[in-house]
């Protein structure tokens, strides 16, 4: 599932470079790519600068999303697992109690909201 997420969005970056290189190549060989295109007083360059961020923040959400869903695996696996918590290396073990911890603080805090709330 991972694999196939980042695959997915992978492509859909490679796509929109090749979309980009296209664009760049047509614009280099004609005068005016906006004859070719139809589409009046559009900017290049600044549709360019748009398209180059928009593939930043793409790579971006790509690591972002990976990292998030591998991190998500391996804290399933370990819930769900029989491995014993003392068997777990410091590191794991680390995270694993902050992870708890915030989500019994989140919990009890939503106790406390709700028991505060007139019905």
Do not use: W
């Amino acid at each position: 599932m991972i694999n196939e997420d980042f695959q997915e969005r992978k492509n859909e970056i490679v796509n929109i470079l090749s979309y980009l290189k296209c664009m760049e190549k047509e614009r280099s060989t004609n005068d005016s790519i906006e004859k070719n295109m139809e589409v009046g007083d559009v900017d290049f360059n600044k549709l360019q600068k748009t398209i180059k961020a928009s593939i930043l923040l793409m790579l971006y959400n790509l690591v972002e999303s990976t990292l998030t869903n591998c991190l998500n695996e391996i804290h399933d696996a370990i819930t769900e697992s029989t491995i014993p918590y003392n068997k777990l290396n410091n590191s794991i073990q680390t995270l694993f109690l902050a992870y708890h911890i915030e989500s019994m603080k989140k919990k009890e805090g939503a106790m406390i909201r709700l028991a505060s709330c007139e019905i």
